[in-house]
């Protein structure tokens, strides 16, 4: 089996999630809380398809800094992220 690079214009969420791995702390439960909020308004036909990656885009910009010391500050990291995915969809 061989494996190729993946095409970053093809797979454009890879990128965002090698980004949030890089920054660590709350930066990767910020992008997957905005990914199941995007993805539920995908599947209750609110969004596009395309869409998806547009929310997890527009709600990773404030993720930075974030650090990540307790569950505590993970969960409200997580309720922090979900509401500002859904405040996006609301526009």
Not at 20 to 40: D, F, H, I, T
Not at 46 to 64: F, N, T
Not at 67 to 79: F, R
């Amino acid at each position: 089996m061989t494996f190729e690079a993946p095409d970053p214009k093809a797979f454009p969420a890879l990128g965002l999630a090698y980004e949030a791995s890089r920054l660590g702390g709350a930066a990767p439960a910020w992008l997957s809380a905005a990914n199941e909020v995007a993805v539920a308004a995908f599947l209750a036909d609110d969004i596009s398809w395309c869409d998806i990656i547009d929310v997890r885009r527009a709600s990773d910009g404030r993720l930075r800094g974030r650090p990540v010391g307790s569950l505590a500050d993970l969960v409200a990291n997580d309720a922090t992220a979900r509401a500002r995915a859904h405040g996006i969809l609301n526009q």
